[in-house]
């Protein structure tokens, strides 16, 4: 749980959620890293899930290297991994590792200050469906629209023949094909027209097809 205070009172704010899958492409970047996990003291993936599936885990997981004299510990609040002391060319393959743990789960997802409207919809211009499924995974709205009365399914459609896995996961998460900034026809005929290869082509028929698809089932219930 994390406190924000206005006007001299403190606030409790919805905690970030860190679903399984999110923990498991963190552990695998972490595994990666090889000089840092190929040790005889390394941690195991087990370990390493148990603690931060816990209720209320501890935020920090350490684990020692007693043959080069370090310790490492990775921080969920901040998804980094610090080094202790900071030797070469240990230090070097700790930021390679949080460049790779900065990919999976950018710095502007754990900061909720504007209840993440920038990150969602730069995720959504970008197709990044890692940072939205994490988004999703937060409660956000995914009907939620932006300056230009857009949301995120007009993203997923409309550019460059679209992609259909963002496409699903909206639908899938809640998305809602009659509300009235979605504009499914609309956005259908701008997603078929804007394709500029074969393969954006098929990508944006994928698209239609489906989300006519569901659109029927909508209307047969």
């Avoid at 994390?2 to 963190?26: D, Q, R």
């Avoid at 502007?108 to 920038?118: A, C, G, M, P, R």
């Avoid at 679209?162 to 809602?176: F, H, I, M, N, Y």
Wanted: proline share 5%; aromatic share 8%; net charge negative.
């Amino acid at each position: 749980m994390s406190i924000s205070e206005c006007n001299g009172v403190l606030i409790m704010t919805k905690p970030i959620v860190f679903s399984e899958w999110v923990l498991e492409a963190i552990w695998l970047c972490i595994r990666a890293s090889k000089r840092l996990i190929d040790t005889p003291h390394a941690p195991t993936k087990q370990a390493f899930l148990s603690q931060y599936t816990q209720v209320n885990p501890t935020p920090v997981f350490a684990w020692d290297d007693p043959v080069h004299g370090v310790t490492y510990q990775y921080d969920l609040r901040l998804n980094q991994v610090q080094l202790t002391p900071a030797l070469k060319p240990y230090a070097r393959a700790v930021v390679q590792l949080n460049n790779c743990l900065g990919e999976i789960l950018p710095a502007d997802l754990l900061s909720t200050d504007d209840n993440w409207e920038k990150a969602w919809f730069r995720a959504a211009r970008h197709l990044d469906i890692t940072s939205m499924r994490f988004l999703i995974d937060q409660g956000i709205d995914v009907d939620r629209v932006d300056e230009n009365y857009s949301t995120a399914l007009d993203y997923a459609v409309t550019p460059y023949g679209g992609s259909l896995e963002v496409v699903k996961l909206l639908v899938e998460s809640g998305a809602d094909l009659t509300h009235p900034a979605n504009r499914v026809d609309l956005l259908i005929q701008a997603g078929l027209e804007g394709v500029m290869s074969s393969l954006e082509a098929i990508e944006a028929r994928q698209i239609a097809d489906y989300l006519n698809h569901m659109l029927m089932e909508l209307r047969q219930v």
